[in-house]
């Protein structure tokens, strides 16, 4: 193990899968969490990983556990048609029977990306603040809310959206609300439950559309193994969380449909209830998808994305993922991002340790970092202003 030490602030998709990428070439880094456990927060559902993505995973995790996140996947098939909220098909948007599209578990997959790395994360560390050196030179301190510290080489934001590092290290980055506001739901699948869903909403996403700015997504989640069996299988150090077969679903509108504005303030069963009294003129099939909700699973989402900004100096603070590009989720693409961007990041940092200057390498990785990761912030606008009626970017 090389002395060269990284510095990552927060154990989510990215964080994580930079730090599987360091473990395997030998690089020492730690992951600082603020949370007390991995599962303390659900963070959604299901995501949608892209051939890419996978091909990140397949080369940052140990062949078994690739293996493992593989047999836990879902692979629905990739068509994609839009419905009214009388459940009339309108429109094919996609359909590619020779493309697999990959969709996880969230919190099954974050569980992947921490297997192994029990020495490498520390739970229960809140970054409240980082310094440098005066020259810039130098290593950096992390401050953590308990009162103590960490030194190390390198410091990497992988904090998501709400950033500290990002506000202390560039404060003109700022985020925005999107004007939309969504509430989350999910439906267990079983015989009862199945026959809610056309079969339409077993392909990999279907929008349905509504009257008045509303809106609805629905995603299939169906792993081709038990995450419990393929963990017993293939990683039996592996605990797995089994989220089981469930759809993921989300009601959506502009913000100024809704009877409260920030929807944080309510509960649960509070929210679904929300969804159902701002339905009550769709198809009973709808209605009957969103009663059978989990009401403890309900949660809201406030849609806000990032404003592109220009490069910055380099220095031995760097950032990935949600922490610089957070972005709409209506592409499905941060998740997908923040790999690509740990992947690239892992291989400038491996190659620093071994002696490469520092500040070049991470120069050209935020060089490319910056593109692909304002680029899917715009591309992901764009999608969420046709199909959510979010607020556009600002003009450049
Ligand atoms: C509902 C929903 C659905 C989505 N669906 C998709 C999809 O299908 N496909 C896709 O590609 N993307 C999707 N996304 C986007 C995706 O979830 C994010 O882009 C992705 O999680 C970003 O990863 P990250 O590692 O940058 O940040 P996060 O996953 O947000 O991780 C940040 C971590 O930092 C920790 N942290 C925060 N502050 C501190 C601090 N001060 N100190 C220490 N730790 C801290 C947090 O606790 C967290 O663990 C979706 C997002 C949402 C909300």
Redo the contacts with the bound molecule.
Sequence with gaps: MSEFRVMV???????LCLAQGLRRSGVGVTV????DALLT?S??YR??IDPDGDLILRGALPAELYELFRATAGYPPLRIVKLDDQLNETRVLEDDPDETPISVDRRTLRQILAEGLCDHVVFG???VRYETSENGDGPVTAHFADGTTATGDVLVA???????VRRQYLPHAQIMDSGVRQV?GKVPLNDETRALFPEVMFNVFTPLVGSRERYMGIGPHQPHEPAAQAAARLAPDAELHDGGDYMACYFGARTERFPHEDLRTLTSPQLHQLALDMTTDWHPGLRAIIEHWLPEAVFP?TLRTSIPIPAWPTSRVTL????IH?MS?AG???????LRDAAALAEVLARAATGEPLIPALRAYEAGMIDRGYAAVRESARDGAERYHQNPLPAA
């Design positions: 602030i927060g154990a989510g998709l990215g964080g600082f969490e603020r949370d927060r963070q959604g995501l949608y560390k809140r970054l992988a904090d998501g959206i709400n950033s500290v989350y989402l990935l993922g949600d922490a957070a989720p499905g693409a941060g998740a997908n991002t923040a």
